[in-house]
């Protein structure tokens, strides 16, 4: 715990078996007080692994993508009770060596959600992230500032954090199961007033660490431009799906298949 805070990890995993325990040695488990992990169908011995490393381990029957992945991970984390949740990807492309920074800027209440951002001191381009995606990065980036009227370093980091109320209020049900669920959310979280912190991050590019291809990069950042412009134009006063009143908060009714349960 921090602040008298639990804190919870969860990793949403596909076909991360060579990186997950890398991953998760490098979690300072003394401030930690759950780890989840939902494998989204994978093909390799994920879960298998995390089972062996006694993590919390929900394995998905079919796979629900990205965002459906993350939909699992947060009713787990509420489930058990977690007051702060930090989602970390198993791939090792961010160091877990900040989950204490990140969970204690939430614990104390100066912020509602925490991003690890790549964009901060250049750690990008020096962990070995391809051109493309830095140009790409900071151009989606810029627009979503400009028309969303904020000034994050950037909207697409796969190391963030949430406290409990971000997880209980928003419809994230209404959210995609695509990638496009991370840019959804944070702006879900701007557009009701929560406030988002920052913190750098170094990252690492190497084979085994996840990235979608070039065809889908391109669906995606078509698609952040899309919920910026429905973010401004709700803010706006039109009606909007999602950035309205009615959405579906996570149902926790929802069954979870456990592989293997701790604590």
Same mark, same amino acid.
């Given at each position: 715990?921090?602040?008298?805070?639990?804190?919870?990890?969860?990793?949403?995993?596909?076909?991360?078996?060579?990186?997950?325990?890398?991953?998760?040695?490098?979690?300072?488990?003394?401030?930690?007080?759950?780890?989840?992990?939902?494998?989204?169908?994978?093909?390799?011995?994920?879960?298998?692994?995390?089972?062996?490393?006694?993590?919390?381990?929900?394995?998905?029957?079919?796979?629900?993508?990205?965002?459906?992945?993350?939909?699992?991970?947060?009713?787990?984390?509420?489930?058990?009770?977690?007051?702060?949740?930090?989602?970390?990807?198993?791939?090792?492309?961010?160091?877990?060596?900040?989950?204490?920074?990140?969970?204690?800027?939430?614990?104390?209440?100066?912020?509602?959600?925490?991003?690890?951002?790549?964009?901060?001191?250049?750690?990008?381009?020096?962990?070995?992230?391809?051109?493309?995606?830095?140009?790409?990065?900071?151009?989606?980036?810029?627009?979503?500032?400009?028309?969303?009227?904020?000034?994050?370093?950037?909207?697409?980091?796969?190391?963030?954090?949430?406290?409990?109320?971000?997880?209980?209020?928003?419809?994230?049900?209404?959210?995609?199961?695509? =990638?496009?669920?991370?840019?959804?959310?944070?702006?879900?979280?701007?557009?009701?007033?929560?406030?988002?912190?920052?913190?750098?991050?170094?990252?690492?590019? =190497?084979?085994?660490?996840?990235?979608?291809?070039?065809?889908?990069?391109?669906?995606?950042?078509?698609?952040?431009?899309?919920?910026?412009?429905?973010?401004?134009?709700?803010?706006?006063?039109?009606?909007?799906?999602?950035?309205?009143?009615?959405?579906?908060?996570?149902?926790?009714?929802?069954?979870?298949?456990?592989?293997?349960?701790?604590?």
């Amino acid at each position: 715990m921090i602040n008298s805070k639990k804190v919870a990890v969860i990793m949403p995993a596909y076909n991360a078996e060579k990186t997950l325990e890398k991953t998760y040695n490098e979690i300072y488990q003394n401030f930690v007080d759950e780890i989840i992990l939902v494998d989204d169908f994978s093909s390799d011995e994920t879960k298998d692994i995390a089972k062996r490393l006694n993590i919390t381990t929900i394995v998905h029957e079919r796979n629900k993508g990205y965002g459906g992945n993350q939909k699992s991970c947060y009713r787990a984390a509420l489930k058990a009770g977690a007051d702060i949740v930090i989602m970390l990807h198993p791939d090792y492309q961010y160091t877990p060596k900040l989950i204490p920074a990140i969970a204690s800027m939430m614990a104390f209440g100066e912020y509602d959600a925490v991003i690890a951002s790549r964009m901060l001191g250049n750690s990008a381009l020096k962990g070995g992230m391809p051109l493309y995606k830095y140009i790409s990065n900071r151009f989606l980036t810029e627009f979503e500032n400009i028309v969303i009227g904020e000034k994050l370093s950037e909207y697409h980091t796969g190391f963030r954090g949430f406290t409990r109320k971000i997880l209980e209020t928003l419809p994230l049900e209404d959210c995609s199961d695509d =990638f496009i669920f991370d840019n959804q959310m944070l702006a879900l979280i701007l557009y009701n007033g929560f406030k988002i912190g920052e913190i750098s991050c170094p990252t690492k590019y =190497f084979a085994e660490a996840s990235s979608i291809n070039f065809s889908r990069s391109c669906k995606y950042g078509l698609e952040v431009l899309l919920v910026s412009l429905k973010y401004r134009l709700a803010k706006m006063g039109f009606q909007m799906a999602l950035f309205n009143k009615q959405g579906r908060v996570l149902n926790l009714e929802k069954e979870l298949n456990y592989y293997n349960k701790c604590r």
